[in-house]
C-alpha cells in the first residue's frame, strides 16, 4: 500500500476535544441547518469589470470588486409592485447587454431535474419599473435579447418572443404538442445525459433566434402513477430505451425581422437506430462571434464522431462547413468547453484526444492551432479567458486526481502559474469582465468553502466568507478527520480512497466498514473537497462505531480516458471486482472486523452495490441499493450506449452483469430504496429485482417513496431516508 496521499488540511482535533464533542442527529444534516454552509447566490460580474452583484432575498446587491464592499442596491423587491403584485422569492436574474434592464425569475416549478417553468419580470433600472412578461402562463427558459429589447421563451412546446416596448408576443412556432413536437427546449434525454434544456440562442446582433426541433413520434413513452387522489393519475412521457428510436432533431433559424426561417441541413436527421454510424445528435449549438454565423455540433448514435459545422445564415446556403472533427475507438466526450474568440477566427475547445482532458486553441478556417495546455493530468474547467493579454485561467488535477488545482497560462501553452493560494483542496474561480479580479472559491475534505477576492496579479483583497461558525461548529461536534489513501489491486491497479473514523479511533480495535461507492464512468467521489450532508451522516456513523470508506475504482474519472474507458462494453464487471478486492483489501487490516463490511450507494452506486453484494456474498454482509440501475437494458439510450454500443451488438455487455442474474447467491442483507415517480432510474428495475428475489426464495428489506423522483426528497422525505439506512445499518451491520 501507498502511504497516505494527503492528510487533508483542516480541523485538528485534541484528544480533549474529542471527550466533549456533540453527538450529530439526522435532525442536525437535514432539518435545523446546524451545518448550513454560507455562500453567495448568483454572482454575476458587470460590464466594468469593477463592480460585482449577488442576488439576496431582498435584493440585487452591487460590490465593488476593488474593496469587496457594499455599495448599492440595483433593485429592491420590497419596493417592487407590478399590478398589484408583489415580488418575492426572487430566484434568478439576467442583465441585458447594455445592464439597463434586469430579467427576474421566480416562482419556479421543476418539469424534470434540470427542468422548469417560471413566472418572469423585466424591471427597467433606469425608470424602476417592473414589468411582468405574460399573463398566458408559467414559461420555461426567458431569456432577453443581447439589446434588452425584446425576450423569448418556450410556453407549451412552443417558441415565442415578446417586443417588450408594446408587450405583444409573437408566436415563432405553432406545433408543440406534448409527446410529439418540441421547439426551443430539448426532450428527457438530450436534459439528462447531454445536460442541455435551453434550446435556443439570440444571435448577438438581436435580429434572429436559433432554436432546435424534437420530433417525439417515433420515441415510445413511459408511465408513470401519481398517488393521492381517489384514483391515481397517469403521468406519460417519452422516455428512449437502449436501442430505441430517438427524436429526430433539427436547428432552424428564424429572423426577427422578415419572419421567415432558415433550415440548416445537418445531414442525417434520423431516428432510425442503424449501425450507429448515422449522425444522430445534436448536442450543443451557438452563435459564434459573427452574428451570420450559426456552429453546429453533431454525434453518431455510437457517440465515437463528433463534428463541429458552421452555417452562413445571411448566405442562404443551408449547407454547413465542418471546422472541427474528433473520433475514439471508444466514445468522444462532449466538451466541457467550447468558445469562440473576438477574434471572429479562432476557439477554444477541450478534447481527450492525447490520452487526457486538454485546451485546444483550433481555427474557424477548420484547421488546428495549438494545443494550449499538456501533461499527464486532467484539465476539469475553464474558469475564464482574456483575450487581451493572451491568458487562459483553468482548474485541473495535476498535483492528484483528489485534487483540484487552479492555474493560469498563455495561449502559446507557456509561462504556466500556480494560482493555489491556500494549499492543497479544490478550487473554483469566479472572474470579473477583462479578468482584473477574482473570486475563488476553496475548500477541502475538512474545511469548508472560503471566498476570497484577489486581483489578476494574485493579491489577496479581501476575504468575503469564511464559514468560520461552520468551522467552529464542526469542531464542537468533532468533525474534521477524513483521511486519503490509496491501496494496490492484483491487478496492480493502485485505487484512492477516503476514510472516515471515530474521533477516538484506536488502531487496536475492530471496527465494522460501510463502503460508500459510485463508481460510473468519468465520475469521482474520492475528492479533497467539502462533503456537505453526507459527510456529517459519515461522520455520525462514525459517532456510533463505524469506519466510512469511499474508493475510486477503475472507470472513474480524473486519471485520463485510458483509465475511464476501460470499462467500455462491459460496465459492471471492473467496478465490481475492484469493490471486492477493496473490501478484502480493508478486511486484512488489523481495525477492521472483516465480517462485518457492508456497502451503500445511489443510481449507479446502488446498480454497483447491489451487484457487490451478490458477487461477493463471502465479503459483504449488508447492502444498500438506492435507485439502482438493474438491467441496462432499461436505462436510457444516450448514456448506456455511450459506454455499451447498441444492445443487439453487445448482448453480453448489456445482461452478464445485471443483478438480476446473481439474485440466488444473496446470502446477506438487503435493503432496497425507490422512489415511484423517479423518470430517470424507473422503478421497474427495482420490481424486476424484487421479482428475481423472491424467485431465489430470497428474504431483503424494501422501501417505496411515492412519487419522488430520482432524487427522493422533498418536505421530511430525507430524513426518513437517512433514518431507514441509519437503522438498518445499526441492525444488520
Not at 420555461?140 to 407549451?156: E, I, M, Q
Not at 471496527?511 to 456537505?532: A, D, I, R
Request: with cysteine; charged share 25%.
Amino acid at each position: 500500500m501507498k502511504k497516505t496521499l494527503l492528510l487533508a488540511a483542516g480541523l485538528a482535533l485534541t484528544s480533549s476535544a474529542m471527550s466533549q464533542t456533540k453527538q450529530i442527529t439526522l435532525e442536525d444534516i437535514w432539518q435545523n441547518g446546524t451545518f448550513r454552509v454560507e455562500g453567495f447566490s448568483n454572482l454575476r460580474s458587470m460590464n466594468d469589470g469593477e463592480h460585482y452583484t449577488v442576488l439576496t432575498r431582498s435584493g440585487i446587491d452591487c460590490y465593488s470588486y476593488a474593496t469587496g464592499l457594499k455599495e448599492s442596491t440595483l433593485a429592491d423587491f420590497a419596493s417592487m409592485k407590478i399590478d398589484g403584485r408583489n415580488l418575492t422569492d426572487v430566484e434568478g436574474y439576467e442583465f441585458s447587454d447594455d445592464e439597463e434592464k434586469i430579467l427576474l425569475e421566480t416562482g419556479f416549478e421543476p418539469i424534470y431535474r434540470h427542468s422548469g417553468v417560471s413566472d418572469y419580470y423585466v424591471f427597467d433600472r433606469q425608470s424602476g419599473k417592473a414589468t411582468f412578461i405574460s399573463e398566458k402562463g408559467k414559461q420555461r427558459l426567458t431569456t432577453l435579447s443581447p439589446d434588452g429589447k425584446k425576450v423569448a421563451f418556450v410556453r407549451d412546446n412552443n417558441l415565442y418572443y415578446i417586443d417588450l416596448a408594446t408587450l405583444r408576443e409573437i408566436q415563432i412556432t405553432t406545433d408543440g404538442q406534448m409527446n410529439k413536437i418540441i421547439n426551443g427546449t430539448t426532450d428527457w434525454v438530450y436534459e439528462e445525459e447531454f445536460a442541455i434544456t435551453k434550446g435556443f440562442a439570440w444571435s448577438p446582433d438581436s435580429k434572429k433566434i436559433a432554436y432546435m426541433r424534437f420530433d417525439e413520434s417515433d420515441v415510445r413513452e413511459y408511465t408513470m402513477q401519481l398517488w393521492g387522489g381517489l384514483y391515481p393519475d397517469n403521468y406519460t412521457y417519452k422516455y428512449p430505451k437502449a436501442g430505441e428510436a430517438n427524436s429526430r432533431v433539427e436547428i432552424r433559424v428564424y429572423s426577427v425581422e422578415t419572419g421567415r426561417t432558415f433550415y440548416p441541413a445537418l445531414g442525417g436527421e434520423v431516428n432510425a437506430v442503424g449501425d450507429g454510424s448515422e449522425w444522430e445528435y445534436v448536442p450543443r449549438f451557438q452563435w459564434t462571434r459573427n452574428p451570420d454565423i450559426l456552429a453546429v455540433m453533431r454525434m453518431n448514435r455510437l457517440q465515437n464522431r463528433m463534428q463541429i459545422l458552421t452555417f452562413d445564415v445571411k448566405a442562404g446556403g443551408n449547407s454547413g462547413t465542418v471546422v472541427y472533427e474528433e473520433s475514439d475507438k471508444a466514445y468522444v466526450e462532449v466538451p466541457d468547453t467550447w468558445l469562440f474568440l473576438k477574434d471572429a477566427k479562432n476557439f477554444l475547445i477541450t478534447s481527450e484526444r492525447d490520452g487526457y482532458r486538454h485546451v485546444y486553441l483550433h481555427g474557424l478556417n477548420g484547421q488546428p492551432v495549438r494545443q494550449i495546455t499538456s501533461g499527464n493530468f486532467e484539465v476539469k474547467a475553464v474558469c475564464a479567458v482574456d483575450e487581451k493579454s493572451q491568458t487562459l485561467y483553468f482548474t485541473s488535477h495535476e498535483s492528484s486526481p483528489v485534487n483540484t488545482d487552479f492555474y493560469k497560462i498563455d495561449f502559446k501553452g507557456k509561462k504556466k502559474v500556480c494560482l493555489n493560494h491556500s494549499g492543497l483542496g479544490t478550487y473554483q474561480a469566479m472572474f470579473a469582465t477583462g479578468c482584473k479580479y477574482y473570486i475563488t472559491v476553496y475548500s477541502n475534505a475538512n474545511t469548508p468553502p472560503v471566498y476570497a477576492l484577489y486581483n489578476s496579479k494574485g493579491k489577496l483583497l479581501k476575504s468575503l466568507v469564511d464559514n468560520s461558525r461552520l468551522r467552529d461548529r464542526m469542531h464542537d461536534y468533532g468533525t474534521g478527520h477524513k483521511e486519503f489513501g490509496s491501496f494496490r489491486t492484483s491487478t496492480g491497479t493502485e485505487l484512492n480512497y477516503y476514510t472516515v473514523k471515530p474521533a477516538d479511533f484506536d488502531d487496536g480495535k475492530r471496527y465494522p466498514v460501510l463502503f460508500y461507492v459510485y463508481g460510473g464512468p468519468g465520475n469521482q467521489q474520492v475528492t479533497n473537497s467539502y462533503g456537505y450532508s453526507d459527510y456529517y451522516w459519515y461522520h455520525m456513523l462514525a459517532q456510533k462505531g463505524y469506519v466510512v470508506v469511499c474508493f475510486d475504482g477503475r472507470g472513474t474519472g480524473g486519471r485520463g480516458a485510458s483509465f475511464k474507458k476501460q470499462t467500455y462494453g462491459d460496465l459492471g464487471r471492473m467496478e465490481c471486482e475492484d469493490a471486492i478486492e477493496a473490501a478484502r483489501w480493508f478486511g486484512k487490516q488489523k481495525w477492521v472486523d472483516a465480517d462485518r463490511i457492508g456497502i451503500w450507494g445511489w443510481s449507479f452506486g446502488g446498480y454497483l452495490s447491489s451487484l457487490a453484494i451478490l458477487k461477493g456474498n463471502d465479503v459483504f454482509k449488508t447492502a444498500i441499493a438506492v435507485a439502482p440501475v438493474i438491467t441496462w437494458r432499461y436505462y436510457d439510450n444516450i448514456y448506456t450506449e455511450r459506454f455499451l454500443a447498441l444492445p443487439e451488438g453487445n448482448a453480453k455487455g448489456y445482461d452478464d452483469n445485471s443483478p438480476l442474474n446473481f439474485a440466488d447467491r444473496l446470502q446477506g442483507n438487503y435493503l432496497l430504496v425507490h422512489g415511484t415517480g423517479d423518470d430517470n432510474v424507473h422503478v421497474q428495475n427495482s420490481l424486476d429485482m424484487i421479482s428475481a428475489l423472491e424467485a431465489a426464495g430470497k428474504q431483503f428489506e424494501f422501501r417505496l417513496y411515492p412519487n419522488k423522483n430520482h432524487s427522493i426528497y422533498g418536505g421530511n422525505t430525507r430524513l426518513n431516508l437517512y433514518q431507514l439506512m441509519t437503522d438498518f445499518i445499526l441492525r444488520k451491520l
